[in-house]
């Protein structure tokens, strides 16, 4: 294989003092000192979160603070990451939502393994799990990253509810019941 010498240009006069690379650099810090800034001092500013952005998975409950999940485990059987763990539990007969019969015991999502995808929300038949705006988790432990249903509520709190299902479900079994 044959061998091409490249020929190294020597340095003009004003290349060799840096003065023309110099100017060129103020320059651009000049143009840019006067423009608005791109960047935001996180975290003490924090930035607009569009519509529809899909953060962390979370719970959510009803604007009465009813629990919304019923603990069907379809967001669980749906998740291709395998994030989400529910151990399903009975609610009391003496609580007001005893109609609803079935409530999370404990639901865990593992943010170490959950790609935000959505899946979990879209199945949902209770809307009772929504990717909101969290964008920012950390955790010094594996385990801290691991959320249970304590820090799912949290991180949820409760959203709008224009069909309040439990309601709707009490009412049938109400009218279903009188009608026998
Ligand atoms: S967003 Fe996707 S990966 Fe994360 S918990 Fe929901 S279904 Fe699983
Ligand atoms: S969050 Fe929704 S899909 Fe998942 S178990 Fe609860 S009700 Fe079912």
């Not at 060129?24 to 924090?46: C, I």
């Not at 379809?74 to 151990?87: A, D, G, H, N, Y």
């Not at 865990?108 to 990717?131: H, S």
């Amino acid at each position: 294989m044959a061998i091409v010498p490249l020929e190294r240009k020597p340095l003009t006069l004003a290349e060799r003092t840096y003065l023309p690379s110099i100017a060129a650099g103020l320059k651009t810090t000049l143009k840019h000192l006067f423009q608005p800034n791109v960047t935001l001092e996180y975290p003490e500013q924090r930035p607009a979160i569009p519509p529809g952005y899909r953060g962390a998975p979370t719970l959510v409950k009803d604007p009465h603070g009813r629990e919304k999940c019923v603990s069907c485990q379809l967001c669980e059987f749906v998740c291709p990451q395998k994030s989400i763990r529910i151990t399903p539990g009975e609610i009391p007969a003496d609580d007001p939502t005893a109609h609803v019969e079935k409530a999370p015991q404990e639901f865990e999502i593992d943010m170490l393994r959950c790609i935000y995808c959505g899946l979990c929300q879209e199945v949902c038949p209770e809307e009772a799990i929504w990717l909101q705006n969290q964008f920012s988790l950390t955790g010094y432990t594996r385990e801290e990253m691991v959320h249970n249903k304590q820090r799912l509520y949290e991180l949820g709190g409760t959203l709008p509810d224009p069909h309040l299902k439990l309601d709707k479900k009490l009412a049938a079994e109400v009218a279903g019941g009188a009608s026998h």
